[in-house]
């Protein structure tokens, strides 16, 4: 189940937010709302040992390692509720209690009677704790961990301890999800005001573990005065994303999506592909493949109409007809591949580009920039556009698809954990899309994706439209799957029969965060 997020003035939106975002609405909520930053502190303490008495009801021996700032004061409100409630809480304090300031001192100094243990001790104290509660660091850590706090963090991660992060994991960066040198990997999170946008992506939710949310009673004017760092569609948006058919509509009227791929010993792909569109409620679905498939695919979905290419002269009438093309699943890097890419750009038509058609693209120093193109890379794909390592991509995706962006002129929707959509003229704050599942780690899931935009684009979604919808459709069909028969073993191709029902349900998700 996933965790609520903070709600938009737009139901079928939540908001993401950046560190700086964050502060901004802290401060707001104190200058603005009129609340105490004490009492936000206290709230924040009460909405975690809440969750913690909920999710170890049994967890009696607590460790709360705390900080020097105001995260380190969200755990001394944990360990004072915790002596109060009876249970056996000890602190290791990592800043003298007459060093703190604020905030953090007033709740250290209610926490005074609670055991202490050093760090000479720490290893002790981490085989005895039922728990461990981690308050080290809070957003603004924006450095590599240094020692002691290093060592902490590793002695907590080799404890084997189940933990409960306060805001975020200690070490994890609030905005790209990265681990700064060492981070905490905690079994939960619960995090504060707004939801940090890191937590979502990258190596974020591998850290984070289980995601809370709580406001701490920030009201929503608070909300609307600071822009989202990024949003989260809700699954309520999709049946606002397409109108009702009219009773008197025509194939035509829904877009011709010609899908152009399949180079020898790839059929599957371009099949994948052109099957995705259908299901997604394109009005034709043609496909450009080598002359030794098309019996294949006519066998596999008659619905497809199949031409065999082998030159552009061959291609071109099918260019004529198309509205909508997606170009790369199993197109292959050759010369095939090469012309048939060529030619598809050559044609003006708005397109998804995807594998193939990337890689083809990436060893160009000239690449189309164009606003019609919707581009779909993983992010080996993204290094190999943005000149740099995969690694490199993944310690901040939110600066790859910026970069991504700039480099195509076009949308972009980069693949991964907590996949990213946005467009090169950013208007809008880039989409995250929290759903989706570790089974979908598997071949053949991007040619489903491909297809999935173009019939959205074939149905007149504008490109960011297109990719957002598409990458939402194509996670919460991943997770339906996921829920009937489990994440290992899902194949791309259990996706195909969850799709209609998803685009056509005028209910799914309403309401849901």
Same mark, same amino acid.
């Given at each position: ?25 802290? &401060? ?15 709230? !924040? ?9 909920? &999710?170890?009801?049994? *967890? ?17 409100? =944990?360990?004072?509720?915790? &002596? ?8 290791? /304090? ?31 104290? @981490?085989?005895? +704790?039922?728990? =461990?509660?981690? *308050?080290?660091?809070?957003?603004? +850590? ?8 290093? *060592? ?7 404890? +084997? ?6 805001? $975020? ?71 606002? #994303?397409?109108?009702?058919?009219? &009773? /008197? ?7 011709? %999506? ?18 995705? !569109? ?5 009005? @034709? ?23 065999? %290419? ?16 997606? =170009? ?32 083809? #693209? ?10 019609? $193109? ?24 939110? *600066? ?16 991964? %954990? ?30 489903? @994706? ?64």
């Amino acid at each position: 189940m996933l965790a609520q997020l903070p709600r938009t003035p737009d139901p079928h939106w939540s908001r993401l937010d950046s560190a700086d975002g964050t502060r901004a609405l802290d &401060r707001y909520a104190i200058e603005q709302a009129g609340i105490a930053g004490e009492t936000l502190m206290q709230r !924040a303490g009460e909405a975690a040992f809440a969750l913690l008495r909920q &999710r170890w009801p049994e *967890a009696r021996r607590l460790l709360i390692c705390c900080g020097g700032g105001n995260n380190g004061g969200d755990g001394y409100v =944990v360990a004072a509720l915790a &002596r109060q409630a009876g249970l056996s809480p000890m602190l290791l /304090a990592m800043t003298p209690r007459d060093a703190l300031k604020g905030d953090a001192r007033t709740m250290a100094d209610r926490a005074a009677e609670v055991p202490q243990v050093n760090l000479a001790s720490l290893p002790a104290a @981490l085989r005895g +704790a039922d728990l =461990v509660v981690d *308050a080290l660091l809070g957003t603004g +850590a924006d450095k590599p961990v240094r020692e002691p706090l290093a *060592a902490v963090i590793d002695a907590i991660n080799a404890s +084997a301890r189940p933990v409960l992060a306060l805001d $975020l994991p200690s070490g994890l960066h609030a905005d790209s999800g990265r681990p700064l040198g060492v981070a905490v990997r905690a079994s939960a999170t619960i995090t504060f005001i707004g939801v940090k946008q890191g937590l979502l992506t990258g190596a974020g939710l591998d850290h984070a573990g289980a995601l809370s949310f709580n406001h701490l009673g920030v009201p929503l004017s608070v909300y609307q005065r600071v822009p989202p760092a990024a949003l989260c569609p809700n699954p309520s948006w999709l049946p606002a #994303l397409l109108p009702p058919r009219l &009773r /008197a509509g025509h194939k035509g009227l829904y877009g011709h %999506v010609l899908v152009i791929g399949g180079d020898h010993g790839y059929a599957g792909a371009a099949m994948m592909a052109a099957q995705a !569109a259908l299901r997604c409620g394109a009005g @034709l679905v043609s496909v450009a493949t080598r002359a030794q498939h098309v019996s294949a695919f006519l066998t596999r979905q008659p619905e497809l109409m199949v031409r065999g %290419v082998d030159t552009r002269d061959d291609l071109q009438p099918l260019l004529d007809k198309a509205s909508v093309l997606v =170009v790369g699943p199993g197109l292959g890097q050759d010369k095939w591949g090469q012309v048939m890419l060529d030619a598809a750009l050559a044609s003006g038509l708005p397109a998804v580009l995807d594998a193939d058609a990337i890689n083809l #693209l990436a060893g160009h120093s000239e690449r189309p920039q164009r606003a019609d $193109l919707v581009w779909t890379p993983h992010p080996g794909e993204a290094a190999r556009l943005l000149g740099q390592s995969a690694a490199s991509v993944q310690q901040d995706r939110f *600066a790859a698809l910026d970069a991504l962006c700039q480099h195509t002129g076009g949308t972009v929707l980069l693949k991964g %954990v907590g996949t990213l959509i946005n467009h090169a003229d950013a208007r809008q704050p880039p989409v995250l899309i929290r759903q989706g599942n570790p089974g979908m780690a598997s071949g053949g899931m991007g040619d489903v @994706l491909s297809g999935i935009i173009g019939a959205l684009l074939g149905q007149g979604l504008s490109p960011r439209e297109a990719a957002a919808g598409g990458g939402l459709l194509h996670a919460l069909a991943g997770d339906q799957v996921a829920a009937r028969q489990g994440e290992r073993g899902m194949a791309a191709t259990d996706l195909l029969a969850e799709l209609p029902a998803l685009i056509n349900d005028q209910t799914h998700g309403q309401g849901a965060a």
